[in-house]
Nanobody
Framework: QVQLVESGGGLVQPGGSLLLSCASSVNIFEFNSMGWYRQAPGKQRDLVAKITVGGTTSYADSVKGRFTISREGPMKMLYLQMNELKPEDTAVYYC?????????WGQGTQVTVSS
């Protein structure tokens, strides 16, 4: 059974930084890819950053140069380092893992960027 648990969200001022973590119950290299999505109130859930099993990363245009996705295999962890945060980054952030046709999601962690 795959379980993903996010942590690290919170309230931060504009220009600040946060590190989101996602703990997996299984070896993360079993997944074809892992990623971070976010959903603001009244909006759809959008991809923020993704990393493939081979280590290729990709980012939404809105976060390029500010966010960095990384992983730590032995610890079964996925991370999202978020710098230069803006109010428009406010959302619930979800960890995602894909294996073939299956999607797995964490419960989400709230990130609020406000002064």
């Amino acid at each position: 059974q795959v379980q993903l648990v996010e942590s690290g969200g919170g309230l931060v001022q504009p220009g600040g930084s946060l590190l989101l973590s996602c703990a997996s119950s299984v070896n993360i290299f079993e997944f074809n890819s892992m990623g971070w999505y976010r959903q603001a109130p009244g909006k759809q859930r959008d991809l923020v950053a993704k990393i493939t099993v081979g280590g290729t990363t990709s980012y939404a245009d809105s976060v390029k140069g500010r966010f960095t996705i990384s992983r730590e295999g032995p610890m079964k962890m996925l991370y999202l380092q978020m710098n230069e945060l803006k109010p428009e980054d406010t959302a619930v952030y979800y960890c995602n893992a894909k294996i073939l046709q299956s999607d797995y999601w964490g419960q989400g962690t709230q990130v609020t960027v406000s002064s």
